[in-house]
Nanobody, 127 residues
Framework: QVQLVESGGGVVQAGDSLRLSCTAS????????VGWFRQAPGKEREFVAA????????SYSDFVRGRFTTSRDNTKIAVYLQMNSLEVEDTAVYSC????????????????????WGRGTQVTVSP
């Protein structure tokens, strides 16, 4: 079992940047594909970004592509979400999720496939 803890959220203004971290409790984290999801008040949870086990591949939703970048450092058992040019519409609770995968290149974008979830960190973007 691996436990996930997100950090780095906060209150920023539109156009600012934030870097979220997802830190795992076990070095077996290197065997997991990781995804980022967000949920705004009154809305469904939605996929934001995902990174492969190796860190060599990633996927993004259309509404963040070009603004957000996800990466991982398996030596530090952490995954990051760099968020630039933040918009008011990006306001949400951001959560990371992980699932063990057999291949290093596998990218998982569907929430139902993930087996481990963090509690989330609040990101608030003001006008």
């Amino acid at each position: 079992q691996v436990q996930l803890v997100e950090s780095g959220g906060g209150v920023v203004q539109a156009g600012d940047s934030l870097r979220l971290s997802c830190t795992a409790s076990s070095r077996t984290f290197a065997e997991y594909a990781v995804g980022w999801f967000r949920q705004a008040p009154g809305k469904e949870r939605e996929f934001v970004a995902a990174v492969s086990r190796s860190g060599g591949g990633s996927s993004y939703s259309d509404f963040v592509r070009g603004r957000f970048t996800t990466s991982r450092d398996n030596t530090k058992i952490a995954v990051y979400l760099q968020m630039n040019s933040l918009e008011v519409e990006d306001t949400a609770v951001y959560s990371c999720a992980a699932v063990p995968v057999p291949t290093s290149s596998r990218i998982v974008t569907a929430a139902y496939e993930y087996t481990h979830w963090g509690r989330g960190t609040q990101v608030t973007v003001s006008p």
